[in-house]
């Protein structure tokens, strides 16, 4: 072959050749946890930080929160994981991915939102709850919200296979619930808080509170409503800040003015160190403590202040995904997150 052709065509070579190779290396980045190693492909210098991420040991998913859904039908002011898409997986997508948990370890799963029960009235988490304790048979299911929507049908339906239910009560005066966004037209939240503590007594459901200790109800004291609700745990939360979702310019709260200092948060808890069932969490204690799926079962690491996805496990496997999570398994066990968690195991005169 003339050396004026032959020399054109070594460089078209060459350069396919190079896409060749960049392609397998987006290959060998995508198996990366089956360790795929080509001759040549590595350069001796230093590797990035998120390729040796790869190599570190995964953590066990033993407790995990499914944010399913971002829809919400209130507007709490410091919430941090807001309405910024609409998208919830089709339902046995989500069964693939818990079943997926299961395999990798998960004892406790928690569903959450956005608000739960908003997704096909219940039904969407109602057959979720009853998948993961008959068919995965999972130790402890709980579930998170704000309680408006629940039924009593529903715990009819579906309140034998749940543990917990965890309802969002940040104070015992309307007043500071509406300042703080908790509410929807008229309903009194307070009175439907008790409501829903009768309904779990009546279906052997654990009963247990959430709040966020905030600017509004800092200097309230709440004794007396707790230890006549009597849960099984009162989680006090710090409020936290996360930008892109209650801080910063493309977040949609802004949480500012809802913040405490750490002082501010300790002496709400010396206020309450008589209740027995509090479980006090700092933004220290909160902030990598927690396993955290977000509508599209992607893990979100929040270390950095933000919420940055993994790829979903969907795709790419439970081991992969979650070893960029930021899960810190060390205070996860220090703040008591692992406890006795499941109803068959509590022992509770309901």
């Known amino acids: 072959m003339h050396l004026a052709v032959l020399g054109p065509l070594l460089s078209v070579g060459r350069a396919v050749l190079a896409a060749l190779r960049g392609s397998l290396g987006a290959l060998c980045w995508s198996l990366a946890p089956l360790s795929l190693s080509l001759p040549g492909w590595r350069d001796s210098g ?18 995990v929160n499914y944010h399913f859904t971002r829809q919400c039908n209130y507007k709490c002011g410091f919430c941090f994981h807001t309405a910024k898409t609409s998208f919830v997986l089709p339902l046995e997508e ?18 959450s939102g956005g608000e739960p029960f908003l997704q096909d009235r219940g039904e969407f988490v109602g057959k979720l709850v009853q998948f993961c304790k008959q068919e995965l048979e999972l130790p402890s299911v709980s579930i998170v919200s704000n309680g408006s929507l629940i039924r009593k049908q529903w715990f009819e339906k579906y309140g034998e296979y749940l543990d917990i239910l965890a309802i969002s009560c940040d104070s015992f005066d309307e007043d500071v619930n509406v300042l703080i966004g908790r509410r929807q037209g008229k309903k009194n939240h307070v009175e439907n808080l008790h409501k829903l503590r009768q309904w779990c007594r009546e279906h052997a459901v654990a009963f247990k509170i959430n709040s966020v200790i905030n600017r509004f109800n800092v200097e309230e004291d709440m004794n007396e409503q707790i230890k006549a609700l009597n849960p099984v745990r009162w989680k006090v939360f710090q409020c936290l800040l996360i930008e892109g979702e209650n801080s910063g310019e493309d977040a949609l709260r802004e949480a500012e003015k809802f913040v405490i200092s750490d002082e501010d948060f300790d002496r709400f808890l010396d206020r309450h160190k008589d209740v027995s069932c509090l479980v006090p969490e700092s933004n220290q204690k909160m902030r990598d403590s927690y396993l955290i799926l977000d509508e599209y079962m992607r893990f979100l690491n929040c270390r950095n202040g933000r919420k940055e996805p993994s790829k979903s496990i969907l795709d790419v496997g439970v081991e992969a995904a979650i070893k960029f999570s930021g899960f810190d398994e060390k205070m996860f066990l220090k703040r008591g997150g692992k406890y006795v968690w499941s109803k068959a195991d509590m022992k509770l005169d309901w």
């Open 46 to 63: 230093p590797r990035p930080e998120r390729e040796r991420e790869w190599e570190d040991e995964a953590p066990t998913p033993t407790s």
């Open 94 to 111: 989500a069964k693939r991915g818990l079943a997926m948990l299961k395999e990798a370890g998960m004892e406790k799963i928690n569903f």
